[in-house]
């Protein structure tokens, strides 16, 4: 409870038929922001709905959790279910073959966000007249842009449907491996195209560190703080997003815990519950519910990783960190440019893959002894992702806990969203186009998946009330999704 | 074959011979009639009514009725179709099928007869009912979710297997798939061998663990839509 003379801010959803999210911004007297709180209606139905369902449907089953990352959860799952049937390691096949579909899903995905919903934000600026800044804007202003995301994303598409069989709810990985290997033709096919898109993804890499630089002043107190950063880092300390020991490093870069095995997660990361959110709240266990949150994503990765092993988004990771002398980079738009440094990781990785002649091997599936229990960690497009079940010796799930990227950005987005708001409240209790737009885009920049968090498809479209002390509505604005 | 006699099945003449079904003088003849209660090998069980023709202008179930000499059969007018697609739908909306992610999708009979009979969204409403799931065997796992009451399973351990693991309780729409044992599908003299594993046209009896190996691309009904191997017998 906020105590005292305030007012209310809440924005939420127009229309949705499952699970919203909505932000609460709470004024005081003088009209100052004295609370803000992204809300999101978290439904618990699918974990109930999974339970009683035998384990090896979980990497197929899992991608009713979102229409927007199923492959994340595909995989995930995957990653849980091989440690049920007792295998820890896969063949190498296996292992390349969801690594190459892995690759193909932060590409897509990563450049769908960052041309179909950021650029517009970077490239005609937050204020800029909301018809003008959307992707259709980005088609009118500059067309090999917007030709190009689309392009990109296909192809991000295209090796998904060659790992997985489908470019939405494919079966690829199973308990233990792959269903299947990268044919000649598939992988020709594939290679034929990946110097256009490494091309693309270094632009694409240009196009946000320049205006991260040019706007460095600004961004550096736009919806910025320090904060923890949490990933999966391969043995050596490489960026990995397949597989790794959990890392979490502090504001300043100074190791919490690192290597942590993913089967003693739990020791490690906390959920807390909040009245006022159905969506919890991670937390580090050594630093306690109050100061242990963190964030994931892009940004952490590439500030928590030693090096990235590949050359090209090496460089860039350094010319990154060069911006804040090797420390940690806080600044929350910087999620962009990192993001982009993965685009161009993902590039050269499936360039590497596919010249890899281990993805036509025929071993693909691994068996071993048993378990009753399997976690899987990775890191989705939005960060770090939790899948654990526990399997009955009927082969059925009776327990399945998850903890999707978003949920771990849910305090950080609150942060933003409360220095957004603070920035851009007029003395007046009113909702201002400025404050409004920049709501949305400090959201954005985490690339929030409410579809994940809320285990319900679909965007979120944005409505804004502002409530007085006496509980009156003083203004109400919407905006879409 | 001195007693073969002929008929017609949508004004094309086919051959016929005593003792054989409508069913099965089509597919001796490389006509497809549409059917998933019947399976080759089985006795006819007339249950589904997917099979229904008209005979002399008298519907009938292609599955049970004898051809006869100088009989007209219809097989794919609109009407029929229709007929067949309201059955496949009332299928889908009676159970808890989740194509999306069953491990069947692909080889699924039923699945497959509505694609070929180009069902896009059921007409009824779905009933959501609460079934329940046997996994108790070992090797096999019974998901009462999907059943569709064809009784293969029944037939095929009773009269192939020689066991009767399978039954029916209950009548109307509390009918269920039931196992012969007090209470589970583990106490039961099923073997993982029996060929009742394999009779089940949907995802509601499965060799446990197999789930989704086969790739997509290479499932039995990705290439070519069911029935289609019927149809081609007869242009070789
Ligand atoms: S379990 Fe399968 S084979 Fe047996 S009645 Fe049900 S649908 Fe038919
Ligand atoms: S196939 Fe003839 S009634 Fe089922
Ligand atoms: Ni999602």
Same mark, same amino acid.
């Given at each position: 409870?906020?105590?005292?003379?305030?007012?209310?801010?809440?924005?939420?959803?127009?229309?949705?038929?499952?699970?919203?999210?909505?932000?609460?911004?709470?004024?005081?007297?003088?009209?100052?922001?004295?609370?803000?709180?992204?809300?999101?209606?978290?439904?618990?139905?699918?974990?109930?709905?999974?339970?009683?369902?035998?384990?090896?449907?979980?990497?197929?089953?899992?991608?009713?959790?979102?229409?927007?990352?199923?492959?994340?959860?595909?995989?995930?799952?995957?990653?849980?279910?091989?440690?049920?049937?007792?295998?820890?390691?896969?063949?190498?096949?296996?292992?390349?073959?969801?690594?190459?579909?892995?690759?193909?899903?932060?590409?897509?995905?990563?450049?769908?966000?960052?041309?179909?919903?950021?650029?517009?934000?970077?490239?005609?600026?937050?204020d800029a007249d909301p018809a003008e800044r959307n992707v259709v804007g980005i088609i009118r202003k500059n067309k090999p842009l917007a030709v190009q995301a689309v392009k990109m994303r296909q192809f991000g598409q295209e090796v998904i449907k060659a790992t997985a069989g489908k470019k939405i709810h494919g079966t690829g990985a199973v308990p233990g491996g792959i269903n299947k290997n990268l044919s000649v033709e598939e992988?020709?096919?594939?290679?034929?195209?990946?110097?256009?898109?490494?091309?693309?993804?270094?632009?694409?890499?240009?196009?946000?560190?320049?205006?991260?630089?040019?706007?460095?002043?600004?961004?550096?107190?736009?919806?910025?703080?320090?904060?923890?950063?949490?990933?999966?880092?391969?043995?050596?300390?490489?960026?990995?997003?397949?597989?790794?020991?959990?890392?979490?490093?502090?504001?300043?870069?100074?190791?919490?815990?690192?290597?942590?095995?993913?089967?003693?997660?739990?020791?490690?990361?906390?959920?807390?519950?909040?009245?006022?959110?159905?969506?919890?709240?991670?937390?580090?266990?050594?630093?306690?519910?109050?100061?242990?949150?963190?964030?994931?994503?892009?940004?952490?990765?590439?500030?928590?990783?030693?090096?990235?092993?590949?050359?090209?988004?090496?460089?860039?990771?350094?010319?990154?960190?060069?911006?804040?002398?090797?420390?940690?980079?806080?600044?929350?738009?910087?999620?962009h440019w990192a993001r982009m440094i993965e685009v161009l990781h993902s590039i050269e990785m499936i360039e590497r893959l596919l010249q890899d002649p281990d993805l036509q091997g025929d071993e693909l599936i691994t068996t071993g002894e048993r378990r009753g229990e399997g976690i899987g960690i990775i890191e989705a497009p939005r960060g770090t992702l939790f899948h654990h079940y526990k399997v009955g010796d009927d082969d059925?799930?009776?327990?399945?806990?998850?903890?999707?990227?978003?949920?771990?950005?849910?305090?950080?987005?609150?942060?933003?969203?409360?220095?957004?708001?603070?920035?851009?409240?007029?003395?007046?209790?009113?909702?201002?186009?400025?404050?409004?737009?920049?709501?949305?885009?400090?959201?954005?920049?985490?690339?929030?998946?409410?579809?994940?968090?809320?285990?319900?498809?679909?965007?979120?479209?944005?409505?804004?009330?502002?409530?007085?002390?006496?509980?009156?509505?003083?203004?109400?604005?919407?905006?879409?999704? | 074959?001195?007693?073969?006699?002929?008929?017609?099945?949508?004004?094309?003449?086919?051959?016929?011979?005593?003792?054989?079904?409508?069913?099965?003088?089509?597919?001796?003849?490389?006509?497809?009639?549409?059917?998933?209660?019947?399976?080759?090998?089985?006795?006819?069980?007339?249950?589904?009514?997917?099979?229904?023709?008209?005979?002399?202008?008298?519907?009938?179930? +292609?599955?049970?009725?004898? &051809?006869?000499?100088?009989? #007209?059969?219809?097989?794919? $007018? !609109? /009407?029929? %179709? =229709?007929?067949?697609?309201?059955?496949?739908?009332?299928?889908?909306?009676?159970?808890?099928?989740?194509?999306?992610?069953?491990?069947?999708?692909?080889?699924?009979?039923?699945?497959?007869?509505?694609?070929?009979?180009?069902?896009?969204?059921?007409?009824?409403?779905?009933?959501?009912?609460?079934?329940?799931?046997?996994?108790?065997?070992?090797?096999?796992?019974?998901?009462?979710?999907?059943?569709?009451?064809?009784?293969?399973?029944?037939?095929?351990?009773?009269?192939?297997?020689?066991?009767?693991?399978?039954?029916?309780?209950?009548?109307?729409?509390?009918?269920?798939? +039931?196992?012969?044992?007090? &209470?589970?599908?583990?106490? #039961?003299?099923?073997?993982? $061998? !029996? /060929?009742? %594993? =394999?009779?089940?046209?949907?995802?509601?009896?499965?060799?446990?663990?197999?789930?989704?190996?086969?790739?997509?691309?290479?499932?039995r009904y990705d290439g070519t839509p069911i029935g289609s191997d019927i149809e081609k017998g007869a242009s070789s």
């Open positions: 409870m906020v105590a005292g003379n305030t007012k209310r801010i809440v924005i939420e959803p127009v229309t949705r038929v499952e699970g919203h999210g909505k932000v609460t911004i709470l004024l005081d007297e003088d009209n100052r922001v004295a609370q803000a709180r992204m809300h999101i209606v978290e439904f618990r139905g699918f974990e109930r709905f999974i339970r009683g369902r035998p384990y090896w449907e979980m990497p197929v089953a899992v991608q009713r959790l979102c229409g927007i990352c199923p492959v994340s959860h595909h995989l995930c799952a995957a990653k849980a279910v091989d440690r049920i049937v007792g295998v820890d390691r896969l063949t190498p096949t296996a292992e390349k073959m969801r690594r190459l579909m892995h690759y193909g899903q932060i590409f897509q995905s990563h450049a769908l966000h960052f041309f179909h919903l950021s650029a517009p934000d970077l490239l005609f600026g937050f992988r020709d096919g594939l290679l034929s195209r990946t110097g256009q898109m490494l091309r693309w993804a270094r632009d694409a890499v240009k196009i946000a560190r320049d205006y991260t630089i040019e706007h460095l002043e600004m961004l550096s107190d736009f919806g910025s703080f320090e904060s923890n950063h949490m990933c999966i880092v391969r043995d050596d300390g490489a960026m990995d997003l397949y597989n790794g020991g959990l890392r979490a490093i502090d504001a300043e870069g100074g190791t919490i815990f690192d290597h942590v095995p993913n089967e003693a997660y739990l020791d490690y990361i906390a959920e807390e519950v909040r009245d006022w959110s159905y969506m919890k709240f991670p937390f580090i266990r050594s630093i306690g519910p109050e100061d242990g949150w963190y964030r994931v994503g892009p940004l952490s990765r590439v500030n928590a990783c030693d090096f990235i092993d590949t050359p090209e988004a090496e460089a860039a990771r350094k010319d990154f960190l060069s911006l804040t002398d090797g420390k940690p980079n806080n600044i929350t738009m910087a999620y059925l799930v009776t327990m399945c806990n998850l903890i999707v990227s978003t949920t771990s950005n849910n305090e950080p987005m609150n942060r933003a969203v409360r220095g957004v708001a603070e920035k851009y409240i007029s003395g007046r209790p009113e909702i201002t186009e400025g404050m409004l737009n920049s709501i949305e885009v400090a959201i954005r920049a985490y690339d929030p998946c409410l579809s994940c968090a809320t285990h319900a498809l679909g965007q979120m479209p944005l409505e804004v009330t502002l409530v007085g002390p006496g509980g009156d509505v003083l203004d109400k604005k919407t905006k879409d999704g | 074959m001195s007693e073969t006699f002929t008929f017609t099945i949508d004004g094309v003449e086919v051959e016929g011979e005593p003792g054989q079904t409508i069913l099965e003088a089509a597919q001796a003849a490389g006509i497809y009639i549409p059917r998933l209660c019947h399976k080759d090998g089985l006795e006819p069980w007339g249950g589904c009514r997917v099979c229904t023709v008209t005979v002399n202008g008298r519907s009938a179930s +292609a599955c049970t009725q004898p &051809a006869a000499a100088g009989i #007209t059969v219809e097989n794919e $007018t !609109d /009407e029929l %179709v =229709d007929m067949r697609r309201g059955i496949i739908e009332m299928l889908f909306v009676e159970g808890n099928h989740f194509c999306m992610f069953c491990e069947k999708s692909g080889n699924c009979e039923l699945q497959a007869l509505a694609y070929r009979l180009g069902i896009a969204a059921p007409r009824y409403e779905y009933l959501w009912p609460t079934r329940d799931v046997d996994a108790s065997h070992p090797d096999v796992l019974l998901d009462r979710n999907r059943c569709i009451l064809c009784a293969r399973c029944v037939r095929t351990s009773r009269d192939l297997d020689g066991k009767q693991v399978f039954g029916f309780v209950g009548r109307g729409p509390g009918k269920k798939i +039931a196992v012969n044992a007090s &209470a589970r599908l583990s106490e #039961t003299g099923l073997d993982v $061998t !029996d /060929e009742a %594993v =394999d009779a089940c046209p949907v995802g509601a009896i499965l060799r446990k663990r197999e789930g989704y190996r086969i790739p997509v691309g290479l499932r």
